[in-house]
């Protein structure tokens, strides 16, 4: 893909695309948002605890990747990654279930936010480890070449942090070397933690440094889901049918604190309110509208159901059960003793 087609993209108009598959994309970044906003609210509330890291702001990511992906293809994402799991289809209550570290979550209760899991959707997880889920998706993309799992796709996840980690690199060789059929998502949202790319990165386009390992690669308006999706489908086109890998840098920003503990001094709330202008939800519904193709009510309605939807999920998640502490220690490896 190329810079010219990218540019090409950007010109994606929501006539073309149609009513009923644009309101898909806003209900998906709507499930989104009301669901990591109540995240934060029961965060306030204690009810879920640990580590909370919200995407409000990002929603176009997944959204955008997620419906060109098949049921037999592996996800691996990082520890922002509730959007994505909900759009893979993995249900709201076992999410929020996760959240409050009940039995009946996706991963059991004993990963949190961070490590939603999923076998049945191929989803390998939430990683808390920067950079941690690329060589675990390369090992995904080497089992599929050498089982075989023919024309499978191994979509990771990752934020432009990672690029400063050895993993990143490694990963990024060994899957050209292999001809491996991964699909490497960089969520470039500016910061890690409260680093600034431009401070810690001599080069920040970073689609050279995935170039240099021959990698073919796109960038593209990460705010703007019509763009992120038609740039994901050539995408994943490109590795299903070459079964070789492919790097796509989307420029997208979170709106809130990196988790639930920053006092977010890295950068200025001129800054915040300035991509707030670019939100992908807003920016999306006031063009269908000025295209005639919604109306408020329309908005209105998927905006009752998402919120209808994290309601039972909260009340299921309420009424799930804690793990016996007799269970404590199941799935627990212990060395042999000598
Ligand atoms: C190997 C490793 N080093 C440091 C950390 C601490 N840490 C957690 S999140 C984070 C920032 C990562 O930023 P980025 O990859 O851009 O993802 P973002 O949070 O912006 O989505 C850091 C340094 C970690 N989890 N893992
Ligand atoms: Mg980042």
């Known amino acids: 893909m190329t810079r010219a087609d990218l540019a090409a993209q950007a010109a994606i108009d929501v006539g073309a695309c149609g009513r009923e598959f644009c309101l898909a994309r806003v209900r998906d970044m709507l499930r989104i948002r009301r669901l990591e906003e109540r995240c934060a609210q029961l965060y306030g509330e204690g009810k879920i605890r640990g580590f909370l890291h919200l995407a409000i702001g990002e929603e176009a990511v997944a959204a955008g990747v997620m419906p060109n992906l098949h049921p037999e293809d592996n996800i691996v994402a990082t520890y922002r990654e509730h959007g994505h799991a909900l759009l ?16 009946e979550g996706c991963s059991r209760g004993r990963g949190g936010s961070m490590h939603l899991f999923d076998r049945a959707t191929r989803f390998f997880g939430g990683n808390a480890i920067v950079g941690g889920g690329l060589p675990l998706a390369v090992g995904l993309a080497l089992a599929d070449k050498l089982l075989p799992r023919q024309d499978c796709v191994t ?16 990963s990024l060789n060994l899957a050209m070397l292999w001809r ?15 680093t600034a790319l431009a401070r810690s990165q001599s080069q920040i386009d970073l689609t050279k440094k995935a170039a240099s390992y021959g ?40 709106f809130r604190a990196h988790s639930m503990f920053d006092a977010e ?38 905006d009752r159901e998402a919120e209808a939807e994290v309601d039972a999920a909260v009340a299921f998640a309420e009424a799930g059960s804690w793990e016996p502490v007799e269970q404590l220690c199941a799935d627990v490896l212990t060395p042999a003793p000598a």
């Open 88 to 103: 893979r289809g993995i249900s709201m209550n076992a999410i929020m279930a996760e959240m409050f570290g009940k039995q």
């Open 155 to 170: 979509a990771c996840f990752f934020g432009e942090g990672a690029v400063a980690e050895g993993a990143f690199h490694e």
């Open 265 to 302: 001094s890295y950068r200025d709330k001129a800054e915040v309110e300035r991509w707030k202008q670019h939100g992908p939800i807003h920016t999306l519904t006031d063009k269908l509208k000025a295209a005639g193709l919604i109306d408020e009510a329309d908005f209105q309605r998927l």
């Open 215 to 254: 990698l073919p690669t796109g960038h593209i308006n990460g705010m703007n889901v019509l763009a992120v999706h038609d740039a994901a489908r050539q995408a994943v086109d490109f590795v299903r049918g070459q079964q070789a890998p492919f790097f796509l840098e989307l420029h997208t920003y979170r």
């Open 180 to 194: 491996l059929p991964v699909l490497f998502i960089c969520e470039n949202n500016l910061y890690a933690m409260g």
